[in-house]
């Protein structure tokens, strides 16, 4: 199986990912809950990873680091901790359903929700926020990048604008942390949301928010941390007040050898590769009669590149190159809802496929030839 669904989960991990969470399985005891050995292998593995993704990530402390199972679970902690009746919220139609579901159930109890719209590429107009911008405004949340056409927001500048409104800025990085520099501090970002097991190359199971000084989430949940077992309510202190119940700390092991093996590879290096797959794919593709492809391959970009083939429905064109060619890649809604009605592909869906950096030219062109052959 060729396999080019790595913005789904990438595939297949660094061997010394695997490795690590094999002897975490076998060795860790449950982190902060004892003093013995065990216990303390777990507790020191799991400070570790805090303070790597928080220079990764230029996080201002490790406590600040926040594990959870995955980005879902982090932006709902983000959003409905930070955000009450009678704020409004400004995001974008480039939302996945992790973004967009909090945000609409939030808009039922009192929450005033906006969104910058997307063109038929998928692209906003950045200028949009100044206009969408209430007296009541409170935060912007939004993607760094797209999971269904790649295409990349411009945080920076978004930080920036939040910044100077006073606003929270909530970024959701699960198809950008690991591959694209992201700097909390010069991008103004208060909460970064991310996976560990995308760009990240960690195990599924992880994932987390790195917290700017001075926000104040409410916690989502409460229970079990450890310490102060006294309190009735959760401890205030991060990273326990957003942290109820034991830890993935054999996932968070080896989401601490992922990091190490992005920083051994190189993240430029890996970016580069990934993108030089995605150009080779485009190119080809884009020059079969009646595909059409979507996003803006004029700019920098997620390495990802979704289509469809004239009226195909998008699942029959998956499952052809699934069962007749040996090719993984996604097709459907992708979760991203408003960005499928902006491209005008909300009844037929798109197949997407997305490059790793295990991937290689020559999988790139038995893809294209087999949609060759399939679209003749």
């Known amino acids: 199986m060729i396999y080019f669904d790595n913005a789904a989960t990438t595939m297949p991990k660094p061997a010394s990912v695997t490795e690590a969470v094999v002897a975490a399985m076998n060795s860790f005891g449950n982190s902060g809950r004892a003093a013995h050995g065990q216990s303390m292998d777990a507790s020191r593995t799991i400070y570790e990873a805090r303070v790597r993704l928080a220079g990764l990530f230029n ?18 902690i983000a959003i409905r901790g930070l955000l009450k009746p009678g704020d409004h919220v400004i995001s974008t ?64 500048r978004i930080g920036r604008f939040a910044h100077e409104h006073g606003l929270l800025f909530i970024v959701d990085a699960s198809q950008t942390a690991g591959v694209f520099p992201i700097d909390m501090a010069a991008m103004n970002i208060s909460v970064l949301c991310f996976t560990g097991h995308k760009s990240l190359l960690g195990p599924q199971g992880t994932g987390g928010l790195c917290i700017a000084d001075g926000v104040e989430i409410r916690p989502l949940k409460s229970g079990g941390t450890g ?37 051994s590879v190189g993240m430029e290096n890996i970016r580069a590769k990934e993108s030089a797959l995605m150009k080779r794919f485009y190119d080809g593709v884009k020059e079969i ?56 592909t909300k009844g037929q869906g798109a197949v997407r496929f997305s490059f790793g950096y295990h991937n290689t030219e020559e999988e790139v062109d038995r893809a294209l030839s087999a949609l060759r052959k399939i679209c003749q």
Request: aromatic residues 6%; contains cysteine.
């Open 227 to 263: 310490v102060q077992t006294y309190l009735r309510h959760q401890p205030p202190e991060l990273p326990t007040r957003l942290e109820a119940g034991t830890l993935n700390s054999h996932g968070i092991a080896g989401l601490l050898a992922a990091v190490g093996y992005i920083e």
């Open 93 to 156: 139609d480039l939302e996945h359903n992790s973004v967009l579901r909090p945000l609409y159930d939030l808009a039922e109890q009192g929450v005033a929700v906006d969104f910058a719209a997307a063109d038929r590429q998928g692209r906003i107009n950045h200028d949009d926020f100044s206009s969408l911008l209430r007296e009541n405004t409170r935060a912007i949340v939004c993607t760094h990048g797209s999971n269904l056409t790649g295409n990349l927001l411009d945080i920076g």
């Open 59 to 76: 996080c201002p402390r490790p406590s600040n680091v926040v594990f959870t199972a995955n980005s879902t679970e982090a932006l709902n």
């Open 289 to 344: 009669p009646g595909m059409k492809v979507y996003g803006d391959f004029d700019n920098e970009k997620a390495p990802i590149v979704s289509l469809n083939w004239q009226d195909v429905p998008s699942g029959e064109l998956a499952d052809e190159l699934a069962e007749e060619y040996g090719i993984a890649s996604r097709a459907g809604a992708h979760c991203a809802p408003r960005l499928h009605e902006a491209l005008g």
